[in-house]
Every structure is written in C-alpha cells, then in structure tokens.
C-alpha cells in the first residue's frame, strides 16, 4: 500500500538548484526510511542521500555539500534539495522507502518502495 510520488525535476544549467519532492502515502509515520536514488542512462542505479526515522542523514561523497535531504514528517513529504548542480548530476531520480536497518549503506536492493521518478538534467 506505500506510495511515493516525485515532482519537482526538470533542466537547469550547470550551477543551478532544484528541490525534488516525494509525497508518501499508505504507511504508518515514523516505520520507514526514506532515500533518492538516481540513475543515468546506460548507468547503475546508484544511491545519493538517505534519513533514517531517527533523523540521521546520510549523503554520497559525490553530491556531499550539495544535496540536501529533509522530510516534513506531518505532511509525509521528502525532500531533495539540489545545489551547485553539475552535469554529471544528471539522470532520472527516484524516490525510495525501506524498513531494513542497512538503510544507511544506500543499496538500492534494499529498499522496496519505489517513486516513479523525475528527470533532472543539467546542462554545461
């Protein structure tokens, strides 16, 4: 019944900024962990920021110091902040959910939960 639905993607030029939302619906608050994933074309699915229910964030080493991500718990939405966007920041991103504790490690067989994704390009 978990439900994830992503907006907020679309074309910027290099240096720009975008905030990608997720709306999650159909779980209890507090009983999943939340990610964004991305994947660029003829590339692996890769993850880029993940929060556990305790609020602990965690962030790729690639987009550490741009990305932010936040969730307004009374509103079940998750949020990526994009910053100091660079072109191999773009690919089709995703939002995920998972109830396993190795969350943190940021494997996308580890989450079950899947958005339909949205597309960020960046342009040079």
């Known amino acids: 019944q978990v439900q994830l639905v992503e907006s907020g993607g679309g074309s910027v030029q290099a240096g720009g900024s975008l905030r990608l939302s997720c709306v999650v619906s159909g779980y209890t608050y507090g009983s999943l962990r939340m990610g964004w994933f991305r994947q660029a074309p003829g590339k692996e699915r890769e993850g880029v920021a993940g929060i556990g229910r305790n609020g602990i964030k965690i962030y790729a080493e690639s987009v550490k110091g741009r990305f932010t991500i936040s969730q307004d718990n009374a509103k079940n939405i998750l949020y990526l902040q994009v910053n100091s966007l660079k072109p191999e920041d773009t690919g089709m991103y995703y939002c995920?959910?998972?109830?396993?504790?190795?969350?943190?490690?940021?494997?996308?067989?580890?989450?079950?939960?899947w958005g339909q994704g949205t597309q960020v390009t960046v342009s040079s």
């Open positions: 995920a959910a998972t109830d396993s504790p190795k969350w943190y490690f940021l494997l996308h067989g580890d989450f079950g939960y």
